[in-house]
């Protein structure tokens, strides 16, 4: 057995596999081994094909820079022919025929991969504690949230069951989970990485797939894999000059950097993470950036309102969709927030998601101009630390929701009222920050800097210039050389 598997990155394990040192089997056992010891406390891993994996081996595994290491998919949006896709939810039961775009990409980049991932339904809530898998814990600390949606990859990695796994970030469901599990967790530009062949775009543009790692090398070199214009998709971005991995060999040029510590909700940061991002300012500066404070002008009273419109109008569609597709058995086994956000967007009109998609425009422009002045944004990731399992509860919001669910013009004046947003404001404080990327489309990331006093992981997220994931990757090597990143749990 290979013990010292869960001390090397996805690109380590590669040059051993090829420099024949270790086999793609040997690897493969690795990590079955590790999920064996540790799942069984974590629940991060969902559905598991080994055999199947062996037999990718035998079968004849890509030619890529990650050949042999293996590699997890979140339960969500990627489809894997052959294996069930639940979305986290009891009513999803079909079985794709087809592989996703991205995940066509990713078996060309090498990996192996053997296993599904944890989440909650259709991504909706920041806690991975759905009624479909049950409750995924934080390997930092048992008992703990994980973040959401992406909670089962991020702890998969965390864990050392493997040193990349696949995410979604919808409203920060990479960088949440990467911050509160203390990984690295890149959201790349919008229309960076393929959605297709299901969507050409996601929740209007405000999803966007990639992985989450233990190294700062392993997130560009799969860029680099999986990023490309596909057919049919509604943006085309342009490619580096070079390549993402390129980007990390590198220093930054001495970037001006704004920092931002107000979150866009009337939420305080807890202490621990105001010290942490006090601490990373000063680390910038000895590394000859310029750090200067600057908020970015966004109007937060019509902020969450535009958020919710936009989401549930998307949930209505969708579950109008698989219910046309599957059948009210199906639907009938959604969750009530996820039932209540649809009847919530039915109510609405096309009227109000035109005026919600203006508002995502009035943020996109304040972004942009803050970055025309400054080369990248500082701020915490989340503005707690991770929390116990039940203190990120729907309930409230279900019980909301449920109000609108009785009357359809109800939803609009819910809306209207700021009810919405005041009965979720516990979920919506841990989302102050990591939003604003998925609705302007700007490539973040959170970099796992530092730990609380309780050793908590504390991230710290990096929000770049439309298209310039090159600048945030070298500036996340850089500091990952330097200071390094907080450790990996050890179970």
């Known amino acids: 057995m290979f013990k010292e598997y869960g001390q090397y990155d996805a690109m380590g394990l590669s040059m051993l596999v090829q420099a024949g040192e270790l086999t793609s089997s040997e690897l493969l056992e690795a990590a079955i081994a590790r999920v064996n010891a540790v799942n069984p406390r974590l629940n991060a891993v969902i559905h598991r094909f080994d055999d199947r994996a062996f037999q990718h081996i035998n079968d004849g595994l890509a030619d890529g820079p990650f050949t042999g290491v293996p590699f997890v998919l979140k339960d969500l949006l990627a489809a894997f022919a052959g294996e069930p896709l639940t979305m986290g939810s009891r009513g999803m039961t079909a079985v794709p025929d087809y592989d996703s775009e991205l995940v066509r990409r990713y078996k060309a980049s090498g990996v192996n991969i053997f296993a599904k991932t944890n989440t909650p339904e259709f991504g909706l809530i920041i806690t991975t504690e759905s009624k479909a898998h049950g409750v995924c814990h934080n390997p930092h600390k048992l008992g703990y949230s994980t973040g959401g949606s992406s909670g089962g990859s991020a702890a998969a990695v965390a864990a050392g069951i493997v040193p ?184 609405l009109s096309a009227a109000d998601l035109v005026s919600a998609k203006k508002g995502w425009h009035d943020v996109q422009l304040a972004m942009g101009k803050l970055l025309e002045r400054h080369d990248v944004m500082l701020c915490p990731t989340v503005p707690t630390l991770a929390v116990p399992h039940g203190q990120l509860p729907n309930s409230k919001l279900e019980e909301l929701l449920m109000l609108a669910s009785h009357r359809l013009n109800m939803g609009k004046l819910l809306m209207r009222s700021g009810l919405v947003e005041q009965m979720a404001s516990p979920v919506l404080e841990k989302m102050a920050f990591t939003i604003m990327g998925n609705i302007s489309g700007l490539p973040c990331m959170s970099v796992p800097l530092h730990s609380s006093v309780d050793g908590l992981p504390v991230g710290m997220q990096f929000t770049g210039r439309m298209n310039d994931e090159e600048t945030l990757f070298s500036l996340a090597a850089q500091l990952e050389r330097d200071l390094g990143f907080s450790a990996l749990a050890t179970l």
């Open 164 to 347: 990349m796994a696949h995410g979604g970030d919808g409203g920060g469901s990479i960088r949440f989970p990467a911050s509160w599990c203390g990984v690295f967790g890149l959201k790349p530009s919008r229309g960076r990485n393929p959605l297709g062949p299901d969507h050409g775009e996601d929740w209007q543009g405000a999803v966007a797939e990639h992985v989450l790692t233990r190294s700062v090398r392993d997130s560009a070199a799969m860029l680099d894999c999986s990023s490309g214009h596909e057919i049919g998709a509604p943006y085309n971005i342009a490619l580096p000059g070079g390549s993402f991995l390129a980007a990390t060999e590198r220093d930054p040029k001495p970037l001006r950097i704004a920092l931002s510590r107000k979150p866009l909700l009337n939420t305080a940061l807890h202490p621990d993470v105001e010290a942490a991002l006090n601490k990373t300012a000063k680390q910038l500066q000895d590394l000859g950036h310029e750090v200067i404070e600057v908020e970015p002008d966004i109007d937060i009273s019509h902020f969450w309102r535009d958020f919710f419109v936009v989401v549930c109008a998307e949930v209505g569609a969708m579950v109008d969709y698989y219910r046309t597709l599957y059948g009210r058995a199906c639907v009938d086994k959604f969750e009530p927030a996820t039932k209540n956000m649809a009847m919530i967007g039915r109510s």
